[in-house]
């Protein structure tokens, strides 16, 4: 009877003590107050070699606070912070624009007591727009040491691909990268060693990056950055080259009429020509001529000097027309004359002064054959 009368007064006080504790509740609720406010969205932490849009900038959220706490509850105090804006999302020389899902665990309150806390957002979504710094760097190939004997290197530097790629950085960086001169980013790739080397070859180098800078892969799909990026030089090696000057070569000019004639001077020329050695033993004053840079004037009576051009003739190959150079040749210029051609006519047999020639086994008579006149006598 004891024990049953203590259980029903534990019940009693347990089922009051939380029947306060709703009252309590009920009562502390009319402390508490709501306050919209607009709360700026900030991407604390985001790369520095990214320019970042945010549409719309602030985001209204609904804060509840007690009564007394009121003078805590300011703007400034609250911000919506989105991490996690890598640079995937970026756009190499354009904004690249993505949507991002923001909760109540992105605002953040600072040193404010547990007792202010958002309760709700004006919205859920906010687009991010972002876009790298960037700037083009021209690819410089570097060679060291120097081909076999009687070679040369044809072009130095030599000729990179890509020329250019596109790099990211802080804007500092950038800046700093900036060649005074060039006024824009140089960058070198690592030397390539070509001693000894007789034949042309491409050749994979990578490009030394200076620290803070980055290769910028652009992709159709998304962007991708690199710590190291690698471009194929063209090292072009070839037989060094001479000078020789070849002479005695005749100078033929013809005119289309045969009823005119002809006549110029000088009828020889030299010309100085550039190859490789071994091309220049192979050229002679028959591999090249001399042509008229304008039509000639077929008349009679023309005289005139008129330029001309030396050239190869048609029987040089062209491994060695593309190869070798006609660097400077003379004559200039020639003076020519152009005259009808006279035929010599030969003048006609005068047969009473000239004697027939004898026919054969008879003998030459020099002295003149008279008629014989008749004796007369006297009577």
Do not use: C
């Not at 919209?36 to 849009?53: C, F, H, Q, R, Y």
């Not at 001169?181 to 390539?192: C, F, G, N, V």
């Amino acid at each position: 009877m004891f024990r049953l009368k203590a259980t029903s007064e534990i019940a009693l006080l347990v089922g009051s003590f939380f029947i306060a504790i709703a009252v309590w509740l009920v009562a502390k609720q009319n402390d508490l107050n709501n306050q919209l406010i607009s709360a700026k969205i900030v991407t604390e932490g985001s790369p520095d070699n990214m320019i970042i849009e945010i549409n719309p900038p602030e985001v209204n959220v609904s804060i509840q606070y007690p009564k007394t706490l009121e003078y805590l509850v300011r703007p400034e105090a609250f911000s919506i912070d989105l991490k996690g804006i890598s640079e995937n999302l970026a756009g190499a020389e354009d904004f690249n624009y993505t949507t991002l899902n923001i909760t109540l665990r992105n605002v953040v309150t600072r040193n404010l007591p547990p007792t202010i806390r958002p309760t709700a957002l004006g919205q859920d979504v906010v687009t991010i727009g972002a876009k790298l710094h960037t700037s083009r760097a021209r690819i410089i190939g570097k060679i060291t040491g120097n081909p076999m004997k009687g070679f040369r290197l044809i072009q130095n530097p030599p000729r990179v691909d890509p020329a250019e790629i596109l790099v990211t950085g802080s804007p500092k960086i950038l800046n700093d990268t900036i060649h005074p001169e060039m006024k824009r980013i140089i960058l070198e790739t690592e030397p390539l060693e070509i001693e000894g080397r007789k034949e042309s070859s491409f050749e994979s180098v990578t490009v030394k990056l200076p620290e803070g800078l980055r290769y910028v892969k652009e992709d159709k799909l998304r962007v991708q950055i690199q710590d190291s990026v690698t471009v194929r030089i063209h090292v072009v090696i070839g037989e060094e080259e001479r000078q020789k000057t070849i002479t005695g070569i005749p100078i033929s000019i013809k005119t289309l009429s045969e009823n005119l004639e002809l006549t110029y001077s000088p009828t020889q020329g030299h010309v100085t020509v550039e190859a490789p050695i071994s091309m220049l033993e192979e050229l002679n004053s028959d591999s090249f001529m001399f042509i008229p840079r304008q039509p000639l004037e077929e008349r009679d009576g023309y005289e005139a000097d008129i330029a001309v051009d030396a050239k190869f003739t048609d029987k040089i190959p062209p491994r060695i027309r593309d190869k070798a150079v006609i660097s400077s040749f003379e004559p200039k210029a020639i003076h020519i004359r152009i005259q009808s051609r006279v035929e010599e006519v030969a003048p006609e047999d005068n047969l009473l002064e000239t004697p027939l020639p004898p026919s054969p086994g008879f003998p030459v008579n020099t002295q003149p054959v008279f008629p014989e006149e008749p004796v007369q006598t006297k009577p």
